[in-house]
């Protein structure tokens, strides 16, 4: 059965980093095909997509948010970390972790972490 | 990037209809869309991948059709469960979403 948890700071100031850890059981991002995405959800807006990476460390990263973003994996801690530079207060959102299958859907989210940006 | 736009962005159905909502991208994303369903407080859950094949455990009432730029989802009997935000997404070039259809009881 595969898992997600993500984990970090709930409240940022604006102009700070954002460090999230995803936390994940179930599936090795050694595996071949295997792929950890980031996405988040302003409050009652639409989902956003954000950044993918791939088990060959191979990343993808949305193209109006690129400049800001980093991940990280580490394998052996079964862990992805992401990291947002430049925190604005329209950065408010739930950020999800989430599994990409091999069918390259996002076949396994986890709970959801709330990040608000506020001085 | 590739954009995707939903139609409509709401809609009011009754249980039992059957109902169809629709997603068109900027550019073709081959067969590389998919379909998720969000319900109010929830992280979003899987429907359909690969334009067309139902994820596992899904009610089969849940079907899509489409490649290219053009694709639809079908549910053939609404049931009280199916009303929440539907979201179609492509990962032909990255990835992007949708702006969701919110399905409302009529």
């Known amino acids: 059965q595969i898992t997600l948890q993500e984990s970090g700071p709930a409240l940022v100031k604006p102009t700070q980093t954002l460090t999230l850890t995803c936390n994940f059981s179930g599936f090795s991002l050694t595996t071949s095909g295997a792929g950890v995405a980031w996405i988040r959800q302003p409050p009652g807006k639409a989902l956003e997509w954000l950044a993918l990476?791939?088990?060959?460390?191979?990343?993808r990263y949305s193209p109006s948010l690129a400049s800001r973003l980093t991940l990280t994996k580490y394998t052996s801690k079964s862990q992805v970390v992401f990291r947002m530079t430049n925190m604005d207060p329209v950065d408010t959102a739930t950020y999800y972790c989430?599994?990409?299958?091999?069918?390259?859907?996002?076949?396994?989210w986890g709970q959801g972490l709330m990040v608000t940006v506020s001085s | 990037d590739i954009q995707m736009t939903q139609s409509p962005s709401s809609l009011s159905a009754s249980v039992g209809d059957r109902v169809m909502i629709t997603c068109r991208a900027s550019?073709?994303?081959?067969?590389?869309l998919h379909w998720y369903q969000q319900k109010p407080g929830k992280a979003p859950t899987l429907l359909i991948y690969a334009a067309t094949t139902l994820h596992s455990g899904v009610p089969s009432r849940f079907s899509a059709s489409g490649s290219g730029t053009h694709f639809t989802l079908t549910i053939s009997s609404l049931q009280p469960e199916d009303f929440a935000t539907y979201y179609c997404q492509q990962s032909y070039s990255g990835s992007s979403f949708g702006q969701g259809t919110r399905l409302e009881i009529k």
């Open positions: 990476i791939y088990w060959d460390d191979d990343k």
């Open positions: 989430v599994h990409r299958s091999m069918g390259d859907a996002f076949d396994v």
């Open positions: 550019q073709t994303v081959s067969s590389y």
